[in-house]
């Protein structure tokens, strides 16, 4: 049986938004931040590290997340990106502080 990688020319889809509603709920001034970077990241479609780079130059790769810099460097997102299938699955959701002693 063949099996066939599908590509689709859609937007960029973040997969658990709870996450980021989560520490919203228990970090106060994440929620805006947070939502805003999902908004823009949800408006795109990304096909590689570069393009990511592009729009959020603070964007870091970490064996295989990436990770980017949200809040004026107060918070993190680790995510696993999957570019053919242009989803974006959130890994962890941390301050600054609680990334600083994350071990990948």
Known sequence: MLYLKLRYNTNMRVISNK??????????????????WRKIIESRTF??????KTTFN????????YVFDIG??????VTAIH??????????????????KWKP
């Open 83 to 100: 570019f053919d299938y242009q989803k974006l699955y959130i890994r962890y959701v941390f301050t600054h502080k609680e990334y600083d």
């Open 72 to 77: 004026g460097n107060k918070y993190r997102i």
């Open 47 to 52: 096909t590689s590290f570069s393009d990511i």
């Open 58 to 65: 603070t964007t870091d790769k970490v064996e295989e997340y």
């Open 19 to 36: 996450a980021l509603i989560d520490f919203a709920a228990t970090h106060p001034g994440a929620d805006n931040p947070m939502q805003a």
